[in-house]
């Protein structure tokens, strides 16, 4: 997907539209920077919540973490030891009572996002 396609489904107009707005000069500064090819992407200015880390997020919402960064930990429901964490989908799963889900939902729960 090019930069002016990107560009068009946040502004939501038309990728002509776009592109003729960028090289007539009528988007300046940090807007037409952003849309051009290669330029890096813009940091989320809107969300200000703080960032926290996976291991932070699951000890946060009670679960005790049998070795940082490990894939198991003990629920905070039903104290069973084998929940099993997805580092990579960002996913946590208790096989006893089976309770689980996003961890960003916890790390939001907690009024952060997931960094």
């Not at 070795?67 to 096989?95: S, Y």
Request: charged letters at 25%; glycine letters at 12%; one cysteine or more.
């Amino acid at each position: 997907m090019s930069a002016a396609q990107k560009a068009a489904l946040r502004l939501h107009v038309r990728t002509d539209e776009v592109g003729r707005l960028l090289r007539s000069g009528k988007l300046a500064g940090a807007v037409a920077a952003s849309l051009r090819p290669g330029a890096a992407p813009a940091y989320c200015y809107w969300d200000k919540r703080p960032k926290i880390g996976i291991d932070a997020a699951l000890e946060g919402a009670g679960y005790e973490l049998l070795v940082k960064g490990g894939n198991k930990a003990k629920c905070p429901v039903c104290g069973h030891t084998a929940v099993n964490i997805d580092h990579k989908k960002r996913v946590c799963f208790c096989f006893k009572c089976e309770k689980g889900g996003h961890i960003g939902s916890l790390a939001s729960q907690q009024g952060k996002r997931l960094a």
